[in-house]
């Protein structure tokens, strides 16, 4: 009992250790993030996207709320593959030598991945988005006038949720290789799947079908590849359950 608990501790201690990394590699990249901020938004506010639209501040506050946004932003991205580094070396003594290897090897991927998901959402959807809003207010002689706030407000709201819903080929693969999914279940499940998918284009874009069509087609493509990768992680998991079981067995025949 003495053993267990002072096990526990032990792992409560690593456990410590660790979120006290993340949490100072964060503050100094917020740190970093206050002298980044200002570039960056000088830069989005000189985009394409964003000429014509001025940037006012409604209150006392926004420019402030603007900075340590981005400041923020920039930390929470800097930190992210610190931060899944620090999850995987927790658990990582629990793994097998082959799990240990794979399971590492989502850290790029989950960083690019995400990275991606923002791109496609800032070069490709939000530019229609800006386009169609304007359109409309202006077929509704509606005067535009948007706080800064507001303006970043939105493009955040649009595209983060890109950068995550991008990591759902790293997620199939995760669950694939803990046997939790595999690639039958996902081709049966396609149809409801896809219904998700339209539904969750919906609720991100403008009653608009050309935008629609735009973040609908990539999402179906995005479930596809995750088929993909599900079937190449499933014969991993199989190869690798077939190589226990026979070292198992020469094993057993060794103490025989």
Same mark, same amino acid.
């Given at each position: 009992m003495e053993d267990q608990t002072q096990s526990i501790y032990d792992h409560l201690e690593e456990l410590r250790k660790r979120i006290i990394i993340t949490v100072v590699f964060l503050i100094l990249s917020f740190i970093a993030g206050l002298f980044l901020a200002k570039p960056v938004i000088v830069f989005l506010q000189h985009a394409p996207e964003a000429q014509g639209i001025p940037m006012n501040a409604f209150h006392l506050t926004d420019p402030l709320k603007v900075y340590f946004s981005f400041a923020f932003l920039i930390a929470f991205i800097m930190t992210s593959p610190l931060a899944l580094y620090q999850l995987w070396a927790f658990v990582s003594p629990g793994l097998f030598e082959n799990e240990r290897k794979v399971t590492l090897s989502y850290i790029p991927s989950v960083f690019i991945l995400f990275l991606s998901g923002i791109s496609f959402?800032?070069?490709?959807? *939000? %530019?229609? &988005?800006?386009? *169609?809003?304007?359109?409309?207010?202006?077929? !509704?002689?509606? +005067?535009?006038?948007?706080?800064?706030?507001?303006?970043?407000?939105? !493009?955040? +709201?649009?595209? #983060?949720?890109?950068?995550?819903?991008?990591? !759902? %080929? &790293?997620? &199939? #693969? *995760?669950?694939t290789r803990l046997g939790m999914l595999n690639p039958a279940m996902l081709v049966q499940i396609r149809k409801y799947a896809y219904f998700v998918l339209l539904v969750i284009a919906g609720m991100i874009t403008p009653p608009e079908i050309i935008s629609h069509l735009m973040v609908t087609v990539p999402l179906l493509l995005l479930y596809e590849f995750s088929i993909i990768v599900s079937r190449y992680g499933y014969r991993k998991r199989l190869q690798a359950e077939a190589k226990r079981l026979l070292e198992e067995a020469q094993e057993s025949e060794k103490v025989e």
């Open positions: 959402s800032y070069f490709v959807l *939000f %530019p229609f &988005v800006i386009d *169609f809003v304007g359109n409309l207010a202006e077929s !509704l002689n509606i +005067q535009e006038m948007y706080g800064a706030n507001q303006y970043f407000s939105f !493009l955040f +709201q649009l595209t #983060l949720p890109f950068g995550f819903v991008f990591q !759902l %080929p &790293v997620i &199939v #693969l *995760f669950f």
